[in-house]
C-alpha cells in the first residue's frame, strides 16, 4: 500500500505543477520580438528618407511599437497608408503570433530632419521601443533607390 501511496501523491504533485507554469513555460511566454528584412531606400531628398522592416512576434501576447528613435534623425515618425492617404499614427499593434510589416505602399517610417543624407552601402542604427517588452536595436542598411525587397535588387 505504502508504494501506491507514494506513487499517487507523486502523480498529485505533478498535476499541480503543471498547472502553475510561470511567463518561461511553454505556451504561456508574453511576446517574443525580432526584426528582419529591414532596410531604406537611398533618400532622393537630403532631409527625409522612408524606412521598411518587419516586426515578427512569436510569443503569446502582443505588443505595440511605441517609438522608434535613432541618431541619424532628428524624429522618426510612423505611418499607416489607408486608401492611398499617408497618416501618422502614434503607435502598432504587434499581434500575437503575428507580423507588422512596414513596406512602401503601406506602413512605413519616416525619418525627418536627417543629420546627413544617407548612401547606399550605409547602415542605420535604429532603437525600437515597445509598450511590454525591452527596446531593440536594428541595423537598417540604406538600399538603392529603387530597390525592390522581393528580387533582392
Known amino acids: 500500500m505504502t508504494g501506491v501511496a507514494a506513487t499517487g501523491a507523486a502523480l498529485a504533485g505533478a498535476l499541480a ?3 502553475c507554469g510561470g511567463s518561461g513555460a511553454p505556451g504561456s511566454s508574453g511576446a517574443v520580438l525580432s526584426v528582419g528584412a529591414s532596410y531604406m531606400p537611398q533618400p532622393v531628398t537630403a532631409d527625409m528618407a522612408a524606412g521598411f522592416l518587419t516586426i515578427t512576434n512569436k510569443g503569446d501576447t502582443k505588443d505595440e511599437l511605441t517609438s522608434v528613435t535613432s541618431d541619424a534623425a532628428g524624429e522618426i515618425t510612423m505611418h499607416e497608408t489607408a486608401g492611398g ?9 504587434v499581434p ?8 512602401s505602399g503601406g506602413n512605413h517610417l519616416m525619418f525627418e530632419k536627417l543629420k546627413r543624407r544617407p ?22 542598411p540604406v538600399r538603392s533607390a529603387t530597390y525592390n525587397p522581393s528580387t533582392g535588387h
Not at 87 to 93: A, D, K, L, N, R
Not at 96 to 103: I, P, R
Open 17 to 19: 505543477l503543471v498547472g
Open 85 to 93: 492617404a499617408m497618416q501618422e499614427v502614434g503607435s502598432f499593434e
Open 96 to 103: 500575437a503570433h503575428g507580423q507588422l510589416v512596414f513596406k
Open 119 to 140: 548612401e547606399q552601402g550605409d547602415t542605420i542604427t535604429l532603437r525600437l521601443k515597445f509598450a511590454e517588452s525591452g527596446p531593440l536595436t536594428v541595423e537598417m
